[in-house]
């Protein structure tokens, strides 16, 4: 009976489903698990050789019978098995392989997802050995995770920057007033460095150097302290050879500019959609940031430029979707009200 009581109690889990990372929270427990969402294959046999930390130190290093890939793609599930794959192995981290535990999963997803894509989800869960999946959108998970007063008459807008999209939304009692999922996010920003380096530099770079170069020097303002240099290397393309070059912050920022600009748009887009008085308390309140990208030194300043409206950063940008789906397992009246529930026993 201890042994049962033990699992009852804190066996549900809230899942931020990411293109870049998967996070997990049991209820009663809070986060116990924080792995990037990668997988590692061995070519022929498609056997599982490793996933999360252990897996994406093989991407761009791997030997020619291992494959590593990100399962996820713009924020859904682009290889199912490699996805259900991971999602297993996971879960048995987060239980110990225990077999008796099949926990009622609630996922956050992107606002935008086709119902393909949703099914491709719960499917996925399913198969990984949830008993019930709750999807709950992302901007309204990261929303609750962050703090907002969503259940209060007043107007919230949270910009969730993730891996592979972009979510913005207006929140109001308990309910989306409006929302724009734009796929535009980190990866973007990380491909675009790659782009502009083979472009300018003739210097062909890996994701993971190129990542590097992002949480480094990328900048959207200038600023009174010396500019930043970095050392890349690479392939250079005319040659064949390695080659080392220097590239600066201010480099960068023009690197970035267009996925970023694409980005504000969109949270200037939902602004002018925003009922006024709405809009009116968005502009007392401010805008909350949250994801990954709500770290790229100068985005709150910049929004707030842009925008005129005050931008603010969440407490813990990178937990607030798995934050939020773990509240809303933990509290009724808000599962009630923003899961999209489908039982599957």
Not at 81 to 92: C, I, P, S
Not at 98 to 126: D, N, Q
Request: aromatic residues 4%; contains cysteine.
């Amino acid at each position: 009976m201890r042994f049962f009581n033990r699992f009852s109690l804190s066996r549900d889990m809230g899942i931020d489903l990411g293109t870049a990372n998967t996070l997990v929270y049991v209820s009663g427990k809070g986060i116990v698990l924080e792995e990037p969402s990668v997988v590692a294959l061995e070519r022929h046999t498609e056997e599982v050789i490793a996933v999360g930390k252990e897996a994406k130190l093989l991407l761009g290093r791997a030997p020619e019978n291992i494959e590593a890939l990100r399962p996820l793609k713009d924020g859904v599930i682009a290889d199912f098995e490699a996805t259900e794959a991971m999602l297993k192995e996971f879960v048995r981290r987060v239980y110990e392989g225990s077999p008796l535990v099949h926990p009622r999963m609630v996922i956050g997803i992107p606002s935008g997802v086709t119902k393909v894509e949703r099914r491709a989800v719960m499917e996925a869960a399913v198969q990984a050995g949830a008993r019930e999946v709750d999807l709950i959108e992302e901007p309204i998970a990261a929303a609750i995770g962050a703090g907002l007063p969503v259940a209060e008459p007043t107007g919230n807008m949270i910009v969730d920057i993730g891996g592979g999209t972009t979510e913005v939304a207006v929140i109001s009692s308990q309910g989306k007033v409006l929302s724009e999922s734009v796929r535009i996010a980190g990866d973007e920003l990380t491909q675009a460095i790659v782009n502009r380096i083979k472009k300018e530099h003739k210097l062909s770079i890996g994701e993971v150097t190129a990542e590097n170069i992002k949480f480094r020097l990328a900048s959207l303002y200038s600023s009174d302290r010396q500019e930043q240099t970095m050392e890349v290397r690479g392939l250079h393309i005319l040659s064949g050879l390695p080659k080392t070059i220097n590239i600066s912050e201010s480099e960068v920022r023009g690197f970035i500019a267009e996925p970023i600009n694409n980005i504000v748009d969109a949270v200037k887009r939902t602004l002018e959609q925003t009922p006024p008085d709405l809009a009116a308390d968005i502009i007392d309140r401010g805008i909350m940031l949250a994801g990954g990208g709500a770290m790229l030194r100068g985005l709150d300043t910049l929004i707030a430029h842009e925008t005129g409206v005050v931008t603010h950063i969440a407490a813990e940008p990178l937990k607030c979707v798995v934050l939020g789906t773990g509240r809303v397992l933990e509290d009724k009246e808000l599962d009630r009200v923003f899961c999209d529930r489908s039982l599957l026993t």
